[in-house]
């Protein structure tokens, strides 16, 4: 089946630094991919949707220029968080969807990183 | 605007009870409806979706759903539990439209299994 892959799992960067994740689709392509964030026992809350090929779309309230999001290729998107301080700590979880697949094709979720800021 | 409400915040059962995880949805055209499970530290993995057609699904492990219209309601259901099934559980719901799919999560719901 579909497979999406996050990297890195989990990370642990200092307050002040930037942290790049990486999400790929592995056997198909994805003309979008979606950027999730859950807190510790809450749901998902999207942030973004990723666009191969133009800008990404921010939902109201996330900083644009904070998440940084890059969709170079079919298969990657990339968010980089900036300037990371510690209430950026979270799980960050992409998920992606067959371009080429039917309509009703499932998102598929990569297994997430976790972000420390310490 | 749509959205998802899971009452239960945690069920606890026991090893061969059988399961019924609640959800009820907002939205205001023809949904997409799903339910993924996460195991801790883990991303997402696909039970079942509902889009058309009979409105009981069958998913993997076991799990079926069934969607109420009437009710808003799309409730999860496992005959008999097992220790493995313990984990997150969450219910989507989407717009039945175009190629990408913005999904709109419940709160989810802890299940606890007891041997």
């Known amino acids: 089946g579909a497979v999406v892959s996050q990297h890195p799992s989990w990370v642990i960067c200092k307050s002040g630094t930037s942290v790049k994740i990486e999400c790929r689709s592995l056997?198909?392509?994805?003309?979008?991919m979606f950027w999730y964030r859950q807190f510790p026992k809450q749901s998902l809350m999207l942030m973004a949707t990723s666009n191969e090929g133009s800008k990404a779309t921010y939902e109201q309230g996330v900083e644009k220029d904070k998440f940084l999001i890059n969709h170079a290729s079919l298969t990657l998107s990339t968010l980089t968080v900036t300037s990371a301080h510690p209430e950026d700590s979270s799980f960050y979880i992409c998920s992606a969807r067959d371009s080429s697949g039917r309509a009703d094709s499932p998102l598929h979720f990569g297994n997430g990183t976790r972000l420390t800021v310490t | 605007a749509q959205s998802v409400t899971q009452p239960d915040i945690h069920i606890t059962v026991s090893e061969g009870a059988s399961l019924e995880l609640r959800c009820n949805y907002s939205y205001g055209a023809t949904p997409y409806l799903f339910w993924y499970v996460q195991s801790p530290g883990q991303g997402l993995q696909l039970l079942l979706k509902y889009f058309s057609g009979d409105t009981l699904v069958q998913g993997i492990k076991g799990f079926e759903a069934e969607f109420k219209r009437s009710q808003s309601s799309f409730n999860l259901r496992k005959p008999s539990v097992h220790w493995s099934d313990a984990a997150e559980y969450f219910c989507?719901?989407?717009?039945?439209?175009?190629?990408?799919?913005?999904?709109?999560f419940g709160t989810g719901t802890r299940l606890q299994v007891t041997l």
């Open positions: 989507a719901v989407g717009p039945y439209t175009g190629t990408a799919s913005k999904l709109t």
């Open positions: 056997d198909f392509q994805a003309t979008t």
